[in-house]
C-alpha cells in the first residue's frame, strides 16, 4: 500500500508539472505573438529562450513533416547533440524508441487528422541502455491563423512512475494467479453485502460460472437453516473478528455442500467494508466423518452383543452349575463310603473350579468391555481378610500348609472401597499361592503406606513359599490367558485369566501389583490400592477380650512367618506370647477354647417358607437343600404366582429368584410391598446368580430383606433363614 501512496504522489508530481509545462506554452505562444510586434518583444524572447534552456523537461516544435523547429537543451543532451542547428531538421521519431515509433506516429497523425488542439501521450525514449526511459509528453497543435503549421511539445521523464506501475501490476498479477488457482474458494464481499470478486475454485464447488455469482448476495447460496451463523459471523466482522464457522452451501443443482469458512473483515478509511472469505469444502471428510460415527456405532453395538452374549453364556452355565454343586453338597452329607466320598469331593472341586472360571470370564468381558464398576462402601479390613482366608482354606487343610494374615499396626480397620472386588484379588493370590506351595506356609501382611502426598494408600503382601516364578515368566503372567508355561494347566489347572483380573482390579483402586519370586523358594506378590478411611463410619465395638489380657500364650510352630504373626496379634489383646519352634511333646494351653455351639435351625426358623424359583433343577435343588436343614416349601414359578399363593395363605419366607418370567422378583417383592402392610409381609430373600454392583442395594431397597447368591449352598440358606425371627 506505501507503493501505491508514493505512486499517487508521483502522479500528482507528475500533474503539476505538466500543468506548469502548459502555462509555460502559453506564455510562449502569447509571447511569440507580441514578439512579433513589438521591440520589447525581443527582449521577451531572450528571456523565454533562457527559461526555457533551463527547463528540465524536454520542450521542442516540430513542422508537419515531424522535423524539429525548435529544441531546448533536454533535446540535445538526450540525442547525444551540442547545437541547435544540428538538431533542426532531425525528425522528432529519432527521439522515440523503435519499438514505440509506429504507434506513436499514428497518435499524432490521428491528432492532426482530427485537429485535436492538444493529446498526452507516453512512450519509450531511444536509448542506448536497456532500461527502458519513459516520457509522458503534452502535445499541442501549432496554428497560424486558421492553418495548422506544426506542433508543440512538452514531455518529461515518468519512468520511476512506470517502474512502480509495473512492480505493482506484477504484485497484482501474482496475486491474481493465486486467487485464480487456489483450490481453495476465495471471495470478496463489498460494503453492500454483495460478491465483489469470487475465484474460479469458488465458482466451481457451487456449480455457477464466476460471472453469474458477482454482484449476488452470498446468503442466496446459504443454506437455509444455516443463514443465522452466517449472519452472526457477519455481525463479529463487523467489530474487526476474524471468524471461522462450518456451513451448508446451497450448490446451482440444489446440492448440499458442506463447507469450512474464515471470513477476515476488510476496512476501507477505518470503516468495516465487506470481508474476504476463504471456503474450504468440507464434504468428503464430513461424509467419513459420519461413516466413521456409523462403524464406531456398528462397533459398539457388536460388542455389547458379545458381552451380553457372554453374560447369556455364563448365565445359562451357571443354572445346571447351580444343580451339579447344590446336589453334590446334599450328596456329600449323605453316609458314603470312603471311595464314594473321594468321588463326589472330584466332583465338587472340578464344579467349583468351573463355576470360577465362568466368573472371570464373565470377569473378564467386563474389563475388555470397561464395564467393570468398583462400590465404594465402609469396608472392614479384619472381615476381607478372614474371608478370602476362609475361602482357600478347605485347600490349606490338605496340604501341609500353614496359612496367616496380620494387619500391621496402623492399618486402618475400615477402608472406603469395594470389599467384594478386594476380597476377589487376595482369594486370587491366596489360591494360587496354596495351589503352587506343597508346604511351608503362606501369608498375607498388610501395612499403611501413604502416598508421598500424604494420601492414604495400602500395601498388601501375599507370600508362599513354593516353587516360585521363573524370572522370564514374572511380567508375561500378568497377561490374560497367560501361565508360566503350557504344563502348568495339566499340572495345576487354570485359565490364566486371575493375575490379569487382579491387577486390573487394583489399578482400578489406584494401585498396583508386581511379584518378586525366586525359582524354588518362592513368591510374594505385591499390590498397593488407595484407601481412604470412610466420612461417617461408626466402627462396630470390638468385643472386648477381657478374659484373654495379661495372659501367657505359647506359640508352637515350625514356619518363620506364622509364629512372628500369632505373636503380633496375641499382643494385640494384651496377651503376652512367647513362641517356641519345636513341637514340644507337653504344651499346656494357657487359656481354654471357646466351645462352638452348633445351632438347630428349626427351633428359631420359619415354618411356612415360599420358594419363587422358575428353573427345575434350580427348584430341586433349593427344595432338597430346605429338606436337608429340615424344612418344608411350596413353590411358585414366577411372581404372579408368588402373588396368587399369598392369597392363599401368609408365608414367613419367600426365597425370591430375580429373573423370572411373567413377572420377576422384584416386581413381584413391590407388589408384595404395595399390597400387606409391613408387619404382614413375608421376610424376602434374593437368589440371583450375575450380581452386579449396587444391585444388593437394589433389592432391599425394593423391599427385600437379604440376598444369596446362586450357586445356593446349604450354609448359605441356613445362614439367610437364621437372619429370620418370627415376629409373633
Ligand atoms: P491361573 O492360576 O488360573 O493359571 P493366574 O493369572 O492366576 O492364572 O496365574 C498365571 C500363572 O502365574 C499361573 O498359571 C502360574 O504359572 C503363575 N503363578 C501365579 N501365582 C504363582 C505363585 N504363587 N507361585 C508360582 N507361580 C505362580
Not at 489360591?431 to 503352587?436: C, E, I, L, P
Not at 424344612?631 to 414366577?638: E, I, L, M
Request: contains cysteine.
Amino acid at each position: 500500500m506505501d507503493e501505491l501512496n508514493i505512486l499517487k504522489q508521483q502522479i500528482e508530481r507528475e500533474k503539476a508539472a505538466r500543468r506548469n509545462a502548459e502555462k509555460q506554452l502559453q506564455r510562449i505562444q502569447r509571447t511569440q505573438a507580441q514578439s512579433e510586434a513589438t521591440a520589447v518583444a525581443l527582449s521577451a524572447e531572450t528571456r523565454f529562450r533562457r527559461l526555457l534552456d533551463s527547463a528540465s523537461d524536454i520542450i521542442y516544435e516540430i513542422d508537419l513533416d515531424g522535423r524539429f523547429t525548435y529544441a531546448n537543451p533536454m533535446v540535445m543532451r538526450r540525442l547525444g547533440l551540442n547545437r541547435l542547428e544540428e538538431v533542426v531538421g532531425q525528425h522528432y521519431l529519432s527521439l522515440v524508441h523503435p519499438a514505440d515509433r509506429s504507434q506513436t506516429a499514428d497518435f499524432y497523425a490521428q491528432q492532426y487528422h482530427t485537429k485535436t488542439f492538444s493529446t498526452y501521450q507516453e512512450f519509450r525514449l531511444a536509448t542506448a541502455v536497456a532500461e527502458p526511459v519513459w516520457l509522458g509528453q503534452n502535445v499541442w497543435l501549432a496554428y497560424l491563423g486558421d492553418e495548422i503549421v506544426g506542433f508543440q511539445a512538452i514531455a518529461r521523464d515518468i519512468s520511476s512512475r512506470k517502474k512502480m506501475e509495473n512492480e505493482l501490476q506484477t504484485q497484482r498479477d501474482f496475486g491474481q494467479q493465486i486467487m485464480a488457482n487456489l483450490g481453495q474458494g476465495l471471495t470478496v464481499v463489498g460494503p453492500n453485502g454483495l460478491f465483489e470478486y469470487v475465484n474460479p475454485a469458488y465458482a466451481r464447488m457451487l456449480g455457477y460460472t464466476e460471472a453469474e455469482l458477482l454482484g449476488k448476495d452470498p446468503t442466496c447460496f446459504t443454506h437455509p437453516d444455516d443463514l443465522d451463523a452466517l449472519l452472526a459471523a457477519r455481525d463479529q466482522r463487523g467489530t474487526g473478528e476474524t471468524t471461522t464457522y462450518e456451513t451448508r452451501l446451497v450448490q446451482k443443482d440444489g446440492g448440499i455442500l458442506y463447507a469450512l469458512l474464515t471470513g477476515v473483515p476488510r476496512w476501507v478509511d477505518g470503516r468495516s467494508a465487506g470481508s474476504v472469505t476463504v471456503i474450504t469444502d468440507m464434504t468428503e471428510r464430513k461424509l467419513m466423518e459420519q461413516e466413521m460415527l456409523h462403524a464406531r456405532d456398528r462397533a459398539v453395538e457388536l460388542s455389547n452383543l458379545k458381552s451380553q452374549f457372554v453374560a447369556n453364556m455364563s448365565h445359562e452355565i451357571r443354572t445346571p452349575l447351580n444343580g451339579v454343586i447344590g446336589m453334590t453338597e446334599l450328596l456329600a452329607e449323605t453316609p458314603l463310603d470312603e471311595e464314594q466320598l473321594e468321588l463326589v469331593d472330584i466332583i465338587r472341586t472340578s464344579s467349583d473350579a468351573l463355576l470360577s472360571i465362568i466368573n472371570n470370564v464373565l470377569d473378564f468381558s467386563k474389563i475388555s468391555e470397561d464395564k467393570l464398576d468398583l462400590e465404594m462402601q465402609p469396608v472392614i479390613m479384619r472381615e476381607i481378610l478372614e474371608e478370602a482366608i476362609d475361602i482357600v482354606s478347605p485347600k490349606v487343610a490338605r496340604k501341609n500348609v500353614e496359612i496367616a494374615y496380620v494387619l500391621a499396626q496402623g492399618t486402618p480397620p475400615v477402608i472406603l472401597g469395594d470389599g467384594g472386588r478386594l476380597r476377589q484379588i487376595l482369594v486370587n493370590l491366596l489360591s494360587n499361592a496354596v495351589k503352587f506351595t506343597e508346604a511351608g506356609e503362606v501369608t498375607v501382611s498388610v501395612i499403611s503406606q501413604p502416598h508421598a502426598d500424604g494420601r492414604p494408600q495400602l500395601h498388601f503382601a501375599v507370600k508362599d513359599t513354593g516353587i516360585g516364578i521363573p524370572p522370564e515368566a514374572v511380567t508375561r503372567i500378568f497377561q490374560s490367558f497367560s501361565q508360566v508355561d503350557a504344563s502348568t494347566t495339566r499340572k495345576y489347572g487354570g485359565t490364566g485369566l486371575g493375575l490379569a483380573i487382579s491387577q486390573h482390579l487394583c489399578q482400578k483402586m489406584g494401585g498396583q501389583m508386581w511379584v518378586e519370586s525366586n525359582l524354588g523358594e518362592g513368591s510374594a506378590f505385591h499390590f498397593t490400592i488407595d484407601a481412604a478411611a470412610p466420612a461417617e463410619y461408626v466402627p462396630e465395638s470390638l468385643p472386648k477380650l477381657k478374659e484373654l489380657s495379661q495372659k501367657r500364650v505359647l506359640i508352637v510352630g515350625e514356619n518363620a512367618a506364622s509364629g512372628p504373626i500369632l505373636a503380633q496379634q496375641t499382643e494385640l489383646w494384651d496377651m503376652l506370647p512367647s513362641t517356641a519352634v519345636s513341637g514340644t511333646q507337653t504344651l499346656t494351653w494357657l487359656h481354654e477354647g471357646r466351645p462352638l455351639e452348633q445351632q438347630k435351625p428349626a427351633s428359631t426358623s420359619p415354618a411356612r417358607i415360599l420358594l419363587a424359583e422358575d428353573n427345575l433343577v434350580n427348584q430341586q435343588v433349593a427344595l432338597s437343600i430346605l429338606e436337608h436343614l429340615g424344612f418344608q416349601a411350596q413353590v411358585a414359578a414366577n411372581g404372579l404366582e408368588v402373588l396368587a399363593a399369598l392369597e392363599k395363605q401368609p408365608y414367613d419366607v419367600i426365597l425370591m429368584d430375580i429373573q423370572m418370567p411373567e413377572m420377576d422378583g422384584l416386581e413381584a417383592t413391590r407388589q408384595i410391598c404395595a399390597r400387606l402392610p409391613e408387619g404382614e409381609r413375608p421376610y424376602i430373600i434374593a437368589m440371583t446368580a450375575n450380581a452386579v454392583k449396587g444391585d444388593r442395594e437394589r433389592y432391599l431397597a425394593t423391599g427385600m430383606n437379604d440376598y444369596i447368591s446362586k450357586p445356593v449352598r446349604i450354609a448359605a440358606i441356613a445362614e439367610a433363614l437364621a437372619q429370620f425371627t418370627p415376629s409373633a
